[in-house]
Protein backbone atom coordinates (compact mmCIF):
# COMPACT_ATOMS: atom_id res chain seq x y z
CA UNK A 1 0.00 0.00 0.00
CA UNK A 2 1.21 3.26 -1.17
CA UNK A 3 1.36 6.06 1.87
CA UNK A 4 2.60 9.41 1.44
CA UNK A 5 2.92 11.48 5.35
CA UNK A 6 3.76 15.16 5.28
CA UNK A 7 5.23 16.68 8.24
CA UNK A 8 6.85 19.72 9.55
CA UNK A 9 4.31 22.09 8.96
CA UNK A 10 3.68 25.03 11.51
CA UNK A 11 3.67 28.96 12.47
CA UNK A 12 6.62 30.85 11.43
CA UNK A 13 7.20 34.82 10.85
CA UNK A 14 7.65 36.19 8.17
CA UNK A 15 11.13 36.08 7.36
CA UNK A 16 11.60 32.58 8.95
CA UNK A 17 12.32 28.70 7.53
CA UNK A 18 10.35 25.61 7.95
CA UNK A 19 11.31 22.08 6.62
CA UNK A 20 8.52 19.84 5.14
CA UNK A 21 9.28 16.13 4.91
CA UNK A 22 7.34 13.66 2.98
CA UNK A 23 7.94 10.05 4.02
CA UNK A 24 7.40 7.65 1.24
CA UNK A 25 6.07 4.01 1.77
CA UNK A 26 5.30 1.73 -0.59
CA UNK A 27 6.55 2.84 -4.03
CA UNK A 28 10.30 2.78 -5.20
CA UNK A 29 11.13 6.58 -4.83
CA UNK A 30 13.55 5.98 -7.94
CA UNK A 31 10.65 5.42 -9.77
CA UNK A 32 8.95 8.21 -9.51
CA UNK A 33 8.54 12.21 -9.40
CA UNK A 34 7.74 14.06 -6.22
CA UNK A 35 5.91 16.88 -6.17
CA UNK A 36 5.62 19.64 -3.65
CA UNK A 37 1.73 21.45 -4.47
CA UNK A 38 0.16 23.68 -2.09
CA UNK A 39 -3.66 25.07 -1.63
CA UNK A 40 -4.52 28.21 0.44
CA UNK A 41 -7.20 30.57 0.84
CA UNK A 42 -7.64 32.24 -2.52
CA UNK A 43 -4.71 30.19 -3.75
CA UNK A 44 -5.26 28.20 -6.52
CA UNK A 45 -3.36 24.66 -6.38
CA UNK A 46 0.26 25.61 -7.40
CA UNK A 47 2.80 23.06 -8.05
CA UNK A 48 5.92 24.32 -6.13
CA UNK A 49 8.48 22.31 -6.85
CA UNK A 50 8.75 19.14 -8.50
CA UNK A 51 12.02 16.75 -8.59
CA UNK A 52 13.10 13.52 -10.19
CA UNK A 53 15.28 11.11 -8.10
CA UNK A 54 16.58 8.98 -11.12
CA UNK A 55 17.92 12.47 -13.16
CA UNK A 56 17.74 14.90 -10.52
CA UNK A 57 15.57 17.02 -12.96
CA UNK A 58 13.72 20.10 -10.80
CA UNK A 59 11.36 22.09 -11.09
CA UNK A 60 10.71 25.24 -9.31
CA UNK A 61 7.99 27.44 -9.52
CA UNK A 62 9.19 31.06 -9.64
CA UNK A 63 7.59 31.70 -6.08
CA UNK A 64 9.78 28.94 -4.49
CA UNK A 65 13.18 29.86 -6.76
CA UNK A 66 16.02 30.88 -4.51
CA UNK A 67 13.70 30.35 -1.47
CA UNK A 68 12.91 26.95 -1.42
CA UNK A 69 15.09 24.00 -1.81
CA UNK A 70 14.03 20.10 -2.14
CA UNK A 71 16.30 16.84 -1.33
CA UNK A 72 16.48 13.70 -0.49
CA UNK A 73 17.52 12.63 2.57
CA UNK A 74 20.14 10.34 3.28
CA UNK A 75 19.52 6.45 3.30
CA UNK A 76 15.93 7.66 4.07
CA UNK A 77 12.74 6.93 1.67
CA UNK A 78 11.85 11.00 2.38
CA UNK A 79 11.62 13.93 0.40
CA UNK A 80 12.29 17.73 2.38
CA UNK A 81 11.52 20.97 1.22
CA UNK A 82 13.67 23.73 2.89
CA UNK A 83 12.00 26.75 2.69
CA UNK A 84 13.76 30.18 3.72
CA UNK A 85 12.44 33.74 3.60
CA UNK A 86 8.65 32.64 4.13
CA UNK A 87 6.27 35.22 3.31
CA UNK A 88 2.67 35.53 4.19
CA UNK A 89 1.37 34.76 1.22
CA UNK A 90 3.83 31.53 1.16
CA UNK A 91 0.67 30.26 3.84
CA UNK A 92 -1.49 27.58 2.68
CA UNK A 93 -1.54 23.57 3.41
CA UNK A 94 1.54 21.76 1.57
CA UNK A 95 0.99 18.48 -0.06
CA UNK A 96 3.60 15.44 -1.49
CA UNK A 97 2.38 13.92 -4.50
CA UNK A 98 3.80 11.43 -6.32
CA UNK A 99 3.65 10.86 -10.46
CA UNK A 100 5.15 8.09 -12.53
CA UNK A 101 6.05 10.90 -14.98
CA UNK A 102 9.13 12.99 -15.01
CA UNK A 103 9.75 15.93 -14.31
CA UNK A 104 10.64 16.83 -17.93
CA UNK A 105 7.09 15.36 -18.59
CA UNK A 106 4.83 16.76 -16.11
CA UNK A 107 6.20 19.97 -16.16
CA UNK A 108 4.35 19.79 -12.13
CA UNK A 109 1.33 20.06 -13.75
CA UNK A 110 -1.89 20.23 -12.12
CA UNK A 111 -2.63 16.85 -13.31
CA UNK A 112 0.31 15.67 -11.33
CA UNK A 113 0.27 12.79 -8.65
CA UNK A 114 -1.04 9.45 -8.70
CA UNK A 115 -0.36 9.12 -5.15
CA UNK A 116 -1.25 12.60 -2.46
CA UNK A 117 0.09 12.65 1.03
CA UNK A 118 -3.13 14.34 3.61
CA UNK A 119 -0.91 17.60 3.63
CA UNK A 120 0.63 19.68 6.27
CA UNK A 121 -0.66 23.41 6.93
CA UNK A 122 2.20 26.16 6.76
CA UNK A 123 1.29 29.77 8.49
CA UNK A 124 3.08 32.62 7.90
CA UNK A 125 2.19 35.55 10.40
CA UNK A 126 3.49 37.77 12.78
Known amino acids: QVQLVESGGGLVQPGGSLRLSCAAS????????IGWFREGPGMDREGVVC????????YYADSAKGRFTVFRDNGRNTISLQMDGLKPEDTATYYC???????????????????WGPGTQVTVSS
Open 26 to 33: GLPLDDYT
Open 97 to 115: AADGRSTAESQCDLVFGDY
Open 51 to 58: FTLSDGDT
